[in-house]
């Protein structure tokens, strides 16, 4: 079946100019993560949604960062005024939920380059 | 904080090498541990997990079992392949809150030679 897709793969922007990222999980997935990888801090932790719950955002590493996911599928990534230090790639991760929670499948991310 | 520590690379193999990549943890509680691996130019895929201590993972020739009194999950390889070549991350699921998200280490590239 269909994996988890991301769009746009690539993004190049301007400092100070908001972008977004989305996520298209795997069907039936109710768990979805985004993470960050980046040269100089590795694999991180951004944020996680669950169902209906409270979404964990406990990694989002400021308040220009923020996402939602909407009707429990897919999910937007938006980062306001873009730094430089922004530039990663941004993962996207998904899980069945109730049944398996660790068993994350990932897309192929979004590069961002921010000029 | 839960936290995950794996050598530092490049590896560099000959084909059919025996391969040991090494990983080890810390965590409060009783986490999951995953290794994936990313291809060149790929996502990150799953390669094994185990849940708890003494499971072993294995896949694709692949082997890495959960060692809870070292705090380790080394993967190992009996014959490399150069297709093996990619980047190897090692994760742990932190459940000691309710989002199991992945922890992982700083990851090891693995560059086997014909």
């Known amino acids: 079946g269909a994996g988890v897709s991301q769009s746009p793969s690539n993004k190049v922007t301007e400092k100070g100019k908001d972008v977004e990222l989305r996520c298209d999980p795997i069907?039936?997935?109710?768990?979805l993560y985004w993470y960050r990888q980046s040269l100089g801090q590795g694999l991180e932790f951004l944020i996680y949604?669950?169902?209906?719950?409270?979404?964990?955002k406990s990694g989002l590493p400021s308040d220009r960062f923020s996402a939602e996911r909407t009707g429990g599928s897919v999910s937007t990534l938006t980062i306001q005024r873009t730094q430089q230090e922004d530039s990663a790639v941004y993962l996207c991760a998904s899980s069945l939920g109730a049944s398996d929670f660790e068993t994350q499948y990932f897309g192929p991310g979004t590069r961002l380059l921010v000029l | 904080g839960d936290s995950v520590t794996q050598m530092e690379g490049p590896v560099t193999l000959s084909e059919e090498a025996f391969l040991t990549i090494n990983c080890t943890y810390t965590?409060?509680?009783?986490?999951?541990l995953f290794w994936y691996v990313q291809y060149p130019g790929e996502g990150l895929q799953l390669l094994l997990k185990a849940t708890k201590a003494d499971d072993k993972g294995s896949n694709k020739g692949f082997e890495a079992t959960y060692r809870k009194e070292t705090t380790s999950f080394h993967l190992e390889k009996g014959s490399v392949q150069v297709s093996d070549s990619a980047v190897y991350f090692c994760a742990l699921s932190g459940r000691m809150d309710s989002s199991y998200k992945l922890i992982f280490g700083s990851g090891t590239r693995l560059l086997v030679r014909p």
């Open positions: 965590a409060t509680g009783y986490p999951s």
């Open positions: 069907s039936g997935h109710t768990a």
């Open positions: 949604f669950q169902g209906n719950s409270a979404p964990d």
